[in-house]
């Protein structure tokens, strides 16, 4: 017979205690099967893609980027997952349009993007959160992508590399486990 907890989702009980929702991922990311390399490029596309301020786009543009690069769609999700989820929106977001107002001859306020936030927060279907960025303006957007685009390129890079040796020291490990069995 199985416990209830390992029935029922594991959300409520993680966000209470983080360092069982950093195991979960971590044992997630050691059973991934392939490549490390491919591994390794598809967390970097999803820590990207997981950054870069395109929420409503996020799992079709790794979807079609990972089949495209033919690296791990599914390291690709995980990452997206880790990196944007409702802990990280704000800040992501936040810094996206610091960077964008920064490069960009734009200048986007913060109170604009929380009304866009809310919306976005709320679960409307694809059609509407596309209607609610769409009302925000291109030069909204060009601040968010051009923004978002700078904040997430140190990190993919970083995590390109990080994870190449973190799947390179697990297939190590499984390789080792296998020859002394």
Same mark, same amino acid.
């Not at 970097?44 to 301020?53: D, E, R």
């Not at 977001?93 to 996206?96: G, H, L």
């Not at 009302?135 to 923004?147: H, P, R, S, W």
């Not at 994870?163 to 020291?169: D, N």
């Given at each position: 017979m199985t416990k209830m907890s390992t029935v029922v989702p594991f959300w409520p009980e993680?966000?209470?205690?983080?360092?069982?929702?950093? @195991?979960?991922y971590?044992?997630?990311?050691?059973? !991934?099967?392939?490549d490390p390399n491919a591994l390794a490029k598809g967390?970097?596309? $999803?820590?990207?893609?997981?950054?870069?301020?395109?929420i409503p786009l996020h799992t079709v543009l790794v979807l079609l980027v990972t089949f495209v690069t033919r690296t791990s769609t599914i390291a690709a999700m995980l990452a997206t997952i880790v990196v944007c989820n409702p802990l990280t929106y704000v800040a992501q977001?936040?810094?996206?349009i610091l960077i964008g107002n920064a490069i960009t001859p734009y200048n986007?306020?913060?109170? @604009?993007?929380?009304?866009?936030?809310?919306?976005? !927060?709320?679960?409307?279907g694809i059609s509407e959160s596309l209607h609610a960025l769409? $009302?925000?303006?291109?030069?909204?957007?060009?601040?968010?992508?051009?923004?978002?685009?700078?904040?997430?390129l140190p990190f993919t890079i970083v995590s390109y590399f990080v994870?190449?040796?973190?799947?390179?020291?697990i297939r190590d490990k499984k390789r080792q486990k296998h020859i002394l069995e």
């Open positions: 993680s966000i209470m205690n983080p360092k069982r929702l950093s @195991r979960y971590y044992l997630k990311f050691t059973r !991934l099967q392939g967390t970097a596309i $999803g820590i990207f893609l997981g950054i870069t301020p395109i977001y936040y810094f996206s986007f306020n913060w109170e @604009r993007m929380k009304n866009v936030l809310d919306i976005l !927060l709320a679960k409307p769409a $009302g925000i303006g291109y030069e909204a957007i060009i601040v968010l992508v051009v923004g978002g685009t700078l904040l997430a994870s190449l040796r973190f799947f390179i020291r």
